[in-house]
């Protein structure tokens, strides 16, 4: 399994608000991947983003070896943890008045016996990229997508909406927290990519697809990534995570 991770503040921000988190070690039984964009006044979502990778890779990390390796306890696990870092944030942005209403968005993947364990709030967003084909395997908690849900604009119509970055769930904004969860198989030269919307509302689908195609490198692919989210406009800071089975 190779790796590729590369973030960027973009070209508008004056401070990178994203964070991550990849394993030191591949070769332990368990590989987690997690991605945060924070949110909120002065450094208020660059806090928040790192107390969610923090907090829920921590949980994870130290509960993993105890948990039944079955779906349900699994996806629990992952589901445990961010609710435990949804109430940190929480709790820090209500006795804290510098970082009040600070949140974040979170993407968490566990890859374990041939399977991805997916759990996440917000519109960041998972990838899987499979022979020639890309698949959004998240749904984006976003005012948005709901409109696009409920057939009130088109998918094309969302690409350019000029509330598209309203999100409806984020870690941190209230008190309990709506987490979505999945597994997935994770076969043989698949590669998934986990990234936040400074990619995605500059760059197509079609044109990671296509360049995920053209690099086999994961480091490579990061950074070219980012790189093409900056010379669209590079107007959100930028985070990409590439992992290859």
């Given amino acids: 399994m190779r790796v590729g991770v590369y973030t960027d503040k973009g070209k508008v921000r004056q401070v990178n608000e ?28 660059d806090i928040a983003s790192k107390v969610a990778i923090e907090v829920v890779t921590r949980y994870i990390l130290r509960n993993f070896g105890d948990c039944d390796k079955d779906k349900d306890n699994l996806l629990s696990l992952l589901k445990d943890g961010i609710v435990l870092a949804n109430q940190s944030i929480y709790e ?19 890859i374990y016996s041939g399977r991805l364990y997916i759990a996440h709030v917000g519109d960041s967003r998972v990838y899987v990229l ?14 948005v997508e ?14 350019s909406h000029p509330q598209k970055n309203i999100i409806t769930r984020a870690l941190g904004s209230e008190e309990l927290v709506d ?20 990619l995605t509302n500059m760059v197509s689908d079609e044109e990671i697809r296509q360049k995920a195609q053209s690099i086999e490198s994961c480091q490579q692919l990061a950074e070219e990534l980012v790189y093409m989210a900056n010379e669209a406009g590079g107007i959100d800071n930028i985070t990409a995570v590439v992992v290859r089975n």
């Avoid at 988190?21 to 590989?31: A, L």
């Fill in 179 to 198: 987490i979505d969860v999945s597994v997935r198989r994770f076969f043989r030269n698949d590669t998934i990519l986990l990234c936040t919307d400074g």
């Fill in 18 to 45: 994203d964070s991550y988190y990849i394993p030191g070690d591949m070769d332990n039984d368990i590989r987690l991947f997690v991605v945060a964009d924070g949110m909120g006044g002065h450094n208020a979502g």
């Fill in 92 to 110: 820090k942005s209500l006795t804290d008045p510098q970082v009040k209403g600070m949140g974040t968005t979170l993407i968490v993947v566990l």
């Fill in 130 to 143: 499979r022979k020639n084909s890309i698949y959004q395997v998240t749904r984006d908690h976003s005012f």
């Fill in 146 to 159: 709901e409109l696009v849900e409920s057939g009130q604009i088109t998918r094309e119509q969302a690409a």
